[in-house]
């Protein structure tokens, strides 16, 4: 029986890509996604460093799971290397490896030492193009409602039952632009405990207020915003 290969476990460096997924991206769930960054990036020839223990695996992590199908702007992926590269090396490297229907966008030299990425990542910020031309007035009133309110109730199918939610707390920011098309910018929290604002849900809440049966016609995750960067 062959010896399992050692792998470097020594933490010099961490890089933070910013990467984006376009909309002819293959629909895959976040475990394919992260399978085919994690291939990609040892296809570059990375000095990635691994975990310790029998069950050690590379440290790349990442920010928040993407909705399937959904495009993006800013996704965020943080990989640990055993050596240090400057930013035009590891560019380089990844160069033709990166997994179809996504870019690299920005390289980021991080603290090492600063707390896991996914534990930071507070919130997204989502641009929704509406269908339809609907009355921009009416949706901007609504959009000033819903920030007023005290709460929001709602309610979300999960798996054969339907649950009953506050949309509220998980509502940061709300605003709505002229066009056509109308388009509607909202921040929603990810939180481990109230769950995560869905732009989808603000779009409804925001139809109910106004009167209007709303229609999305594309949704973009723009970035996602770490909790240091909240107000």
Same mark, same amino acid.
Do not use: K
């Given at each position: 029986?062959?010896? +399992?290969?050692? +792998?470097?476990?020594?933490? +010099?460096?961490?890089?933070?890509?910013?990467?984006?997924?376009?909309?002819?991206?293959?629909?895959? #769930?976040?475990?394919?996604?992260?399978?085919?960054?994690?291939?990609?990036?040892?296809?570059?020839?990375?000095?990635?460093?691994?975990?310790?223990?029998?069950?050690?695996?590379?440290?790349?992590?990442?920010?928040?799971?993407?909705?399937?199908?959904?495009?993006?702007?800013?996704?965020?992926?943080?990989?640990?290397?055993?050596?240090?590269?400057?930013?035009?090396?590891?560019?380089?490297?990844?160069?033709?490896?990166?997994? #179809?229907?996504?870019?690299?966008?920005?390289?980021?030299?991080?603290?090492?030492?600063?707390?896991?990425?996914?534990?930071?990542? #507070?919130?997204?910020?989502?641009?929704?193009?509406?269908?339809?031309?609907?009355?921009?007035?009416?949706?901007?009133?609504?959009?000033?409602?819903?920030?007023?309110?005290?709460?929001?109730?709602?309610?979300?199918?999960?798996?054969?039952?339907?649950?009953?939610?506050?949309?509220?707390?998980?509502?940061?920011?709300?605003?709505?632009?002229?066009?056509?098309?109308?388009?509607?910018?909202?921040?929603?929290?990810?939180?481990?405990?109230?769950?995560?604002?869905?732009?989808?849900?603000?779009?409804?809440?925001?139809?109910?207020?106004?009167?209007?049966?709303?229609?999305?016609?594309?949704?973009?995750?723009?970035?996602?915003?770490?909790?240091?960067?909240?107000?």
């Amino acid at each position: 029986m062959s010896e +399992r290969p050692e +792998r470097p476990v020594d933490q +010099r460096q961490r890089w933070r890509l910013v990467v984006a997924r376009t909309p002819d991206a293959p629909d895959e #769930a976040q475990r394919e996604v992260a399978d085919r960054w994690v291939s990609a990036i040892e296809s570059a020839g990375l000095p990635v460093a691994w975990t310790e223990g029998a069950r050690s695996r590379p440290r790349i992590a990442f920010g928040a799971p993407l909705p399937i199908g959904m495009a993006a702007n800013g996704e965020l992926i943080d990989v640990v290397l055993c050596e240090r590269w400057p930013a035009w090396r590891v560019r380089e490297a990844l160069l033709g490896q990166v997994p #179809a229907g996504w870019r690299l966008v920005e390289l980021l030299d991080v603290w090492l030492a600063g707390p896991p990425l996914a534990g930071r990542v #507070a919130a997204a910020d989502y641009e929704v193009v509406l269908s339809g031309d609907p009355p921009l007035d009416r949706v901007g009133e609504a959009a000033a409602e819903l920030l007023a309110a005290p709460n929001l109730p709602r309610q979300r199918v999960r798996g054969d039952a339907t649950v009953e939610y506050d949309l509220r707390p998980l509502l940061i920011d709300v605003a709505v632009e002229g066009g056509p098309p109308v388009r509607v910018l909202t921040r929603t929290r990810l939180h481990p405990e109230l769950g995560t604002g869905r732009p989808e849900e603000v779009v409804a809440a925001l139809g109910d207020r106004a009167g209007l049966a709303l229609e999305i016609e594309t949704v973009v995750r723009e970035r996602l915003v770490l909790a240091e960067d909240l107000p």
